[in-house]
Each structure stands twice: as structure tokens, then as C-alpha cells.
């Protein structure tokens, strides 16, 4: 196992298209994040799960934003009719405790 | 939001010299936790303190926290080109089921130069 994995690495997509972003957490982890992070600030949470139920979202997930996790394994965070505000990078972790997560590369969006 | 703020901004040292942050955070912690970014890529785990401790070290690195001041500091002794990056401090935060919110601070971009 090689950590956690995203794809795609960089995603451009013009403004009012939906993009989907897939993360490979570590195999042992139950616990899996999504967090945000533009330019020049330190990430932001933006969800919760533990095996497949998604236990806690954050106000900046809008409703154009949902995020699954089927089976307890790999998950998606969907965003529909991207806007530019929507540009950022978006980053998976996962940990078994909560002594620290192992974060992805991320998912870097630019909407144009 | 940001709880935290990461002091100085930026800092640029020689290698061989040793690098000191500080953050400063604004609500009672269970833990505080600092990663490393570097250049467009995803963080990572560099030391946990509990809210129990005052100091913890890791290798070169040397976490200090003060709970009554609601601060911390990173040291990175003998710094090296491989050093620079970005450090973040993040306080966490229990969630329903176990798990942690991470609140990040804004970040010190260490430049180590040769």
C-alpha cells in the first residue's frame, strides 16, 4: 500500500460542468476526509466519513457538492455546475486513529 | 475559518541554521498537530502534541506548547534544502463517530537556502 491515492492530479473544466474526483485511502483507514485549500491558506474541512456512513459535512459543502463512500473503501467528491469560487485544491486523508492523517497529493481544479 | 496563525509568514535561513515558527490558535485543544506542504502537493504528518504536554521531539524537530498562552512553536534544527515547504499547524476537533477536525492555521513558508 502506497498511501493515499487521487486522481485526477489536475482537472480544468469550463464554469457550469460537473467534475468528479476520486480518493484510494489506505486500505486499514475507516476514516477518510475531504478538505479544501486555495491559495496561499491553510486547508479547510469540508467532510466526515467513517466506513461508508458520512458523518459530518461542513457548511462550505454546498448543495452542489456531495461526496460518497461506498462500501467503506475508495471515495468520490462530486461538484456540479462548477463556478470559478470552486478553484482549489482538494485533498483526501485517511487515518485509523486520531493521531494524525496521511493526506493524498490532491486534486488540483481549475474552473475557467 | 483559520484557528490558528502561523508567525512569521515567511522565513528564509542558510542551511545548517535552525528555523523556529510559532502558532497561535484561539479556542481550547485536545491536540496540536504540525504537517508539512511542500509545493503544490498534499501535507504531511510531522508531530502531534497533546494538551497534556509542553514539549515533544521528533528528530530535528522540537514542538513546544503553552495552553495558557494558546500557542505553539516548531523548531527545525540544522535546517537543510530538503526543509523547505510549507509548516502548518492545526488544532483538532472530535466528530461524531471518532474522528477529528483538523482547523489549520495560514502557514510558514520556510525557505532554506544553500
Known amino acids: 500500500d502506497t498511501g493515499v491515492s487521487q486522481d485526477p492530479r489536475h482537472k480544468i473544466t469550463k464554469r457550469g460542468q460537473n467534475v468528479t474526483f476520486r480518493c484510494d485511502p489506505i486500505?486499514?483507514?475507516?476514516?477518510l476526509y475531504w478538505y479544501r485549500q486555495t491559495l496561499g491558506q491553510g486547508p479547510e474541512f469540508l467532510t466526515y466519513?467513517?466506513?461508508?456512513?458520512?458523518?459530518?459535512k461542513s457548511r462550505l459543502l454546498s448543495d452542489r457538492f456531495s461526496a460518497e463512500r461506498p462500501k467503506g473503501s475508495f471515495s468520490t467528491l462530486e461538484i456540479q455546475r462548477t463556478e470559478q469560487g470552486d478553484s482549489a485544491m482538494y485533498l483526501c486523508?485517511?487515518?485509523?486513529?486520531?493521531?494524525?492523517?496521511?493526506f493524498g497529493s490532491g486534486t488540483r481544479l481549475t474552473v475557467v | 475559518s483559520q484557528q490558528g496563525e502561523e508567525d512569521p509568514q515567511a522565513l528564509s535561513i542558510q542551511e545548517g541554521e535552525n528555523a523556529t515558527m510559532n502558532c497561535s490558535y484561539k479556542t481550547s485543544i485536545n491536540n496540536l498537530q504540525w504537517y508539512r506542504q511542500n509545493s503544490g502537493r498534499g501535507l504531511v504528518h510531522l508531530i502531534l502534541i497533546r494538551s497534556n504536554e509542553r514539549e515533544k521531539h521528533s528528530g530535528r524537530l522540537r514542538v513546544t506548547l503553552d495552553t495558557s498562552k494558546k500557542s505553539s512553536s516548531l523548531l527545525i534544527t540544522a535546517s537543510r534544502a530538503a526543509d523547505t515547504a510549507s509548516y502548518f499547524c492545526a488544532t483538532d476537533e472530535t466528530l461524531t463517530g471518532g474522528g477529528n477536525k483538523l482547523t489549520f492555521g495560514t502557514g510558514t513558508q520556510l525557505k532554506v537556502e544553500l
Open positions: 486523508a485517511s487515518s485509523p486513529n486520531r493521531d494524525g492523517y496521511t
Open positions: 466519513f467513517q466506513n461508508e456512513a458520512q458523518l459530518e
Open positions: 486500505s486499514e483507514h475507516n476514516r
